[in-house]
């Protein structure tokens, strides 16, 4: 009722209407307090009185004074209600006026030539906020201050050599926007039910500059947040530590170009983060040691084609995770040590054409990590060392024509990994001292057509290798010093040929089965 107050201002009844419906409802009220109290005891009737002694009479006056006192008290009651309901009009009617004008002032201070009159302005503006009777006023005063960050910006790369007053201009205006930008770190590190915390509200940083900036902390728990084609071209800026826990949170085309933008240590359990079509063209993103435990995580459509981005040691425990359509084309992306215990990791239709890639050391111990259709054409990826024990790794329908993609010493002791229907065309794809002890590894319809795979010295200690309906038709596939059982499907008839190309240790040739 407040927040519609607020926005269409004080709307009371006729005072004669109110009185009416008071003294229906109030004899209403009483009409089933009489039922009940009557019901209750039990009564059966009244005993007629043919004479009013002076007691009843007495009673009756008492009843009728008491019906009047009660009448009076009810129009009383609507009256100091109605009073209470606008003098609370007036007072807010007050703050928004002297807000207005606080506002004003404040706002005036923002366009000042000197950059400490600025900076007054914007602690004045989040002051505002902090006291703003309205949620619509607090919103405005972020609005306000996220419109100084939208205004253009010239990053320090991009001003003239040797030019000392442009520079110190950039610096006194870059003083004034990590200002902005810490103050809003701040109040969304406050908890939900801090009076000051700005949690819930909208922020639109939609083309932003970041050359630096502390978001340390922050809690996005609701509303929007839109970092939407912003420039992440130098400096450091701190995610470490962030909660993303609801709303939504859109880093849609952002270009990270250069500087270090750091996630570590943030926790992604709810809501949706969008990096859908941002691209990584230089500089370091970091998301080590992250934590992805519910909600969406996009970045379908993204470009990785330089620079560093770092999942190492992250968490996928119950998100849902989207990387299809991603392109790796350079830089380096990690995973290394990464744990995919839970929910889903999408990098279906990814394209992996230089650079490297990697998941040395990486847990796929539950959940779902799809690889379907991707194409390795070129550059490292990397999954040596890690441990397959549980849920589903697939690569089905996969391309690998260049690069190397590299499983050695990988353990798959649990779960599915799937490279049914793959096409190894070129490249080089190795499971060298690789060991396969339990779940089940497919290579059901696998296409070996060039390039090298090798599973040198792989120990198998059951059937969970299965290459049924594969097709060898050149390059090489090396089974070399490989100890156990063949594997379903390498089990050859006495006196067929060996597929050439095909090198298989003595213990599964055909002489020997």
């Known amino acids: 009722m407040r927040r519609r107050t607020e926005r269409r201002g004080l709307r009371l009844w006729p005072v004669g209407r109110v009185l009416v419906l008071s003294f229906t409802a109030a004899m209403l009220v009483a009409a089933a307090v009489f039922y009940t109290g009557w019901d209750l005891l039990g009564a059966r009737g009244l005993k007629p009185e043919h004479r009013i002694d002076s007691k009843t009479l007495f009673d009756l006056v008492k009843l009728s004074f008491g019906v009047v006192a009660g009448a009076g008290a009810l129009v009383a009651l609507v009256v100091a209600y109605r009073r209470q309901r606008v003098d609370e009009d007036g007072a807010l009617r007050e703050a928004t006026r002297l807000h207005t004008e606080r506002f004003t002032t404040a706002v005036g201070q923002l366009g000042n030539d000197s950059a400490a009159v600025r900076l007054g302005g914007v602690h004045a503006l989040a002051g505002l906020a902090d006291d703003a009777p309205t949620r619509d006023l607090r919103q405005t005063c972020i609005d306000v201050l996220c419109a100084y960050l939208r205004l253009p910006y010239t990053a320090a790369a991009d001003l003239p050599t040797g030019d000392a007053e442009a520079r110190r201009a950039y610096l006194a205006l870059r003083e004034v926007r990590h200002t902005v930008i810490r103050l809003i770190r701040d109040h969304l590190s406050l908890p939900p039910e801090h009076p000051h915390s700005w949690q819930g509200h909208d922020f639109d940083l939609t083309e932003v500059t970041f050359d630096g900036g502390d978001f340390f902390g922050a809690v996005f728990s609701g509303g929007t947040v839109n970092f939407h084609r912003a420039r992440f071209s130098g400096g450091e800026v701190d995610f470490n530590g962030a909660t993303f826990s609801g709303g939504t949170v859109n880093f849609i085309e952002a270009t990270f170009s250069g500087g270090t933008v750091h996630f570590g240590g943030s926790?992604?359990?709810?809501?949706?983060?969008?990096?859908?079509?941002?691209?990584?063209?230089?500089?370091?993103?970091?998301?080590?040691?992250?934590?992805?435990?519910?909600?969406?995580?996009?970045?379908?459509?993204?470009?990785?084609?330089?620079?560093?981005?770092?999942?190492?040691?992250?968490?996928?425990?119950?998100?849902?995770?989207?990387?299809?359509?991603?392109?790796?084309?350079?830089?380096?992306?990690?995973?290394?040590?990464?744990?995919?215990?839970?929910?889903?990791?999408?990098?279906?239709?990814?394209?992996?054409?230089?650079?490297?890639?990697?998941?040395?050391?990486?847990?796929?111990?539950?959940?779902?990590?799809?690889?379907?259709?991707?194409?390795?054409?070129?550059?490292?990826?990397?999954?040596?060392?890690?441990?397959?024990?549980?849920?589903?790794?697939?690569?089905?329908?996969?391309?690998?024509?260049?690069?190397?993609?590299?499983?050695?010493?990988?353990?798959?002791?649990?779960?599915?990994?799937?490279?049914?229907?793959?096409?190894?065309?070129?490249?080089?794809?190795?499971?060298?001292?690789?060991?396969?002890?339990?779940?089940?590894?497919?290579?059901?319809?696998?296409?070996?057509?060039?390039?090298?795979?090798?599973?040198?010295?792989?120990?198998?200690?059951?059937?969970?290798?299965?290459?049924?309906?594969?097709?060898?038709?050149?390059?090489?596939?090396?089974?070399?010093?490989?100890?156990?059982?063949?594997?379903?499907?390498?089990?050859?008839?006495?006196?067929?040929?060996?597929?050439?190309?095909?090198?298989?240790?003595?213990?599964?040739?055909?002489?020997?089965?």
């Open 267 to 513: 926790t992604f359990s709810g809501g949706t983060v969008h990096f859908h079509r941002a691209r990584f063209s230089g500089g370091e993103v970091g998301f080590n040691g992250a934590t992805y435990s519910g909600g969406t995580v996009n970045f379908g459509e993204s470009t990785f084609s330089s620079g560093t981005v770092h999942f190492s040691d992250a968490t996928f425990s119950g998100s849902y995770a989207i990387l299809s359509d991603a392109r790796f084309s350079g830089g380096e992306v990690g995973f290394n040590g990464a744990t995919f215990s839970g929910g889903t990791v999408n990098f279906i239709e990814a394209t992996f054409s230089s650079g490297t890639v990697g998941f040395r050391g990486s847990t796929f111990s539950g959940g779902e990590v799809n690889f379907i259709e991707a194409t390795f054409s070129s550059g490292t990826v990397n999954f040596g060392g890690s441990t397959f024990s549980g849920g589903e790794v697939n690569f089905a329908e996969a391309t690998f024509s260049g690069g190397t993609v590299g499983f050695d010493r990988a353990t798959f002791s649990g779960g599915t990994v799937g490279f049914d229907r793959a096409t190894f065309s070129d490249g080089a794809v190795g499971f060298d001292r690789a060991t396969f002890s339990d779940g089940a590894v497919f290579f059901n319809g696998a296409t070996f057509s060039g390039g090298h795979v090798s599973f040198h010295a792989a120990g198998f200690s059951g059937d969970v290798a299965l290459f049924n309906d594969v097709q060898f038709s050149d390059g090489t596939v090396d089974f070399g010093g490989a100890s156990g059982p063949a594997p379903d499907g390498l089990v050859l008839a006495s006196g067929s040929p060996l597929p050439a190309g095909l090198t298989l240790p003595p213990a599964w040739h055909p002489a020997n089965s």
